[in-house]
């Protein structure tokens, strides 16, 4: 929305909004820079304490994708008090301040407005050293891309709001969608990663595809390598789908070679707006598999190499 206006001028602005990065960079002096991003969603699910957490590793995982560590919060709040009442208003805000908290964050406040829809998520700052930020415009070829979460979020909300999934299909994957993007990423940074970004409304083909125009490279994605949430292709098959798949598509198909031949489904998935998701990083060809098995050493389970890039004259998207 703010292409065509003048970018910042400030020099100490070291990330603005001609990037497609996931947050503000502004720098303080020679090792400290503040990161700032904000973030809020519609429920994803009825529950308002997971609603509470879910949204709030979402707002914070842009500070992890920047390389940095979250310090303050605050809490943004469209809701509807008169109709749904202050009770289910306290275990949303109860939700993301357990996600704030584990983050070693401090919640110090926010804003609320009166709202038809309810709507939740956080104004984070966080620190990060100007010298170690992560950008998704480093990718080099030859990197190797890891991604840290699963993928399906878009259609298992969907199928579990319109009963084709019920709640207790979905719970059991509820503690990985709010899980922060915080281990995962200490765990990478000792490997020198090239660049970072996470994986959200644009699905993953919409944001390795700013990771490829960024960086001016080609990205070869393999489909069978992908990590599936549970469900996800079984609600594709049933009909469901989501309102950002088909803008997804569109965002990425000047750009798309397929040479697989994928089921409706599974084309779907790769469109799949995600909530909460992972972290796409990539990484030296030589370290990929030491970082995967160290994310797994660590508790990050479901991390898998799913592409590699590779250079194009024209950036690109290549699923094999």
Request: charged residues 20%.
């Amino acid at each position: 929305m703010l292409k065509g206006f003048p970018p910042p001028t400030d020099p100490n602005v070291l990330v603005g909004f001609e990037t497609n990065d996931d947050a503000a960079v502004y720098r303080l002096n020679e090792d400290h820079a503040i990161v700032s991003t904000v973030d809020f969603i519609t429920p994803p699910v009825d529950d308002p304490v997971w609603f509470g957490r879910i949204a709030a590793a979402n707002s914070l995982s842009d500070v992890y994708a920047m390389g940095g560590r979250p310090l303050t919060a605050l809490s943004l709040v469209m809701f509807p008090a008169r109709k749904l009442g202050l009770e289910i208003l306290r275990g949303i805000l109860q939700g993301g301040y357990e996600k704030v908290a584990e983050a070693g964050a401090s919640l110090c406040g926010g804003h609320s407005v009166e709202d038809e829809e309810p709507k939740y998520g956080l104004a984070v700052t966080g620190l990060v050293n100007p010298r170690r930020i992560l950008t998704n415009t480093g990718v080099r070829p030859g990197d190797v891309l890891i991604l840290t979460k699963p993928i399906g979020t878009g259609v298992l909300f969907n199928a579990n709001r319109s009963r084709k999934l019920p709640w207790s299909e979905i719970e059991p994957v509820l503690t990985e969608v709010a899980a922060l993007n915080r281990l995962a990423l200490e765990v990478a940074l000792p490997f020198e990663i090239s660049a970072c970004t996470d994986v959200t409304g644009f699905g993953l083909l919409g944001h390795t595809q700013e990771m490829a125009v960024g960086s001016r490279i080609g990205i070869r994605l393999d489909f069978s390598a992908l990590p599936i949430y549970p469900n996800a292709l079984a609600m594709y098959r049933k009909g469901e789908t989501t309102g950002s798949n088909a803008a997804n598509r569109k965002l990425v198909q000047d750009r798309l070679r397929m040479s697989v031949k994928l089921s409706r489904e599974q084309e779907e998935l790769l469109f799949d707006p995600q909530t909460s998701g992972g972290l796409l990083l990539a990484v030296a060809s030589d370290r990929a598999q030491r970082l995967v098995e160290a994310l797994h050493a660590a508790g990050v389970k479901t991390a898998r190499a799913i592409g590699e890039a590779y250079p194009t004259v024209r950036s690109e998207i290549h699923v094999v």
